[in-house]
């Protein structure tokens, strides 16, 4: 196999059930640029460390269009709306961050999303539960899929009432960012995903009203009144930024809950650890962020500036793909880096990037899915999978199963 074919296996159905065997050759060449006008692909951990900090990469959406045509350029999360700070270089990226931060985390809400364990608890009971009688499941469909939705539902402050109407709205949105979810043609999953990103779109912005008249204790509120030494946000940001936290936090908290029960039923004698030692639960999230990460790649950034590394100059206007996954198994890095191990003491990984762009909502799918993991480690009487490996979706950046399906012998209380 030659070198010049390893970006195509990268994007290649084929290696999506497996794709640590082309990481393996990808980093033999830690700085690849395979034809004129391709991506400059990066694999190292330190490598892409190192750039996930350098000022002369931007995420800004405008300078990655002017680079060209990228095959994993995905469509627009937002719809309509101004970039989300996600798509955006300092400062304006930092006056929109901190504000959503105020709402979300340390140092004006350090407790918002702690104070949520018993009601994720419940929302986890209610799923398994769900189950009933069955004694095959489809875990995708039927848990992680609808777990982090309702979340962050609860987070946002949508109403109870409205929640099936909220999911029904985010169901094309999400297969949106996914090909092989398409079904009756282009144009018409086209004009499905429009027609739910505006409801959405219009739904949100008459909460955003109501909130702005009578806030109540939800993220929603804190980031349509946020007054603070950067101002406040705008209508369109509010919503871009809650577009952006429902989108991308999902997506990558239902692959996280998924990789890491199909690593468990591959790892029966840590997963009935698990069972027996639920404060496991921390660090074996920590591992599986490094071992089966929901973001295999960041493709979606370019040059500002030549860049030197490891003696290859990147010019100015390129693309860069920073291949997290690679880094995450990188020898150099991590000590027999393709075992699994949950008592690894050593776990910095990038399965939520690094730097200015690191995960907002990181906090919040760090403790969905420790939670998800225990009680389904809990409850479930002997599980075992039913197809290894199982299909997965065709996205090459946001890597899990499509579905997984799971058979068990009944549920414990």
Known sequence: MTQDSLVRRITDYASRADPYPVYRELRRTPVLHEEEGGPYVISSYWDIEALLHDPRISSDAANLAAAGDDPLAGPEETGGLPPSFLRLDPPEHDRLRRIANSGFGPPHRPHRIDDMRG???????????????????????????????????????????????????????????????????????????????????????????????????????????????????????????AVLLLIAGHETTVNLITNGMLTLLRHPEILERLRHEPELAPRLVEELLRYEPPVQLVPQRTCIADIEVRGVTIPKGSRIWLVLAAGNRDPERFADPDRFDPDREDVQHLGFGSGIHICFGAPLARLETQIALTELARRLENPRLVQDPPPYRENAVLRGPRHLEIDFDGLRP
């Open 119 to 241: 009601e994720l608890r419940e929302i986890v009971t209610a799923l398994i539960d769900g189950f009933g009688d069955a004694r095959r499941i489809d875990l995708v469909d039927q848990f992680a899929y609808p777990f982090p939705v309702t979340v962050i539902c609860r987070l946002l402050g949508v109403p109870r009432e409205d929640e099936p109407r909220f999911r029904a709205w985010v169901d094309p949105l999400v297969a949106n960012l996914d090909p092989g979810l398409r079904q009756g043609g282009d144009e018409e999953f086209e004009r499905t995903a429009r027609e739910a990103r505006m409801q959405l779109g219009m739904y949100l912005a008459g909460l955003v009203e109501e909130r702005a008249k009578e806030p109540r204790d939800d993220l929603l509120s804190d980031l349509v009144n946020s007054r603070g030494p950067d101002g406040a946000m705008t209508m369109m940001e509010v919503l871009s930024t």
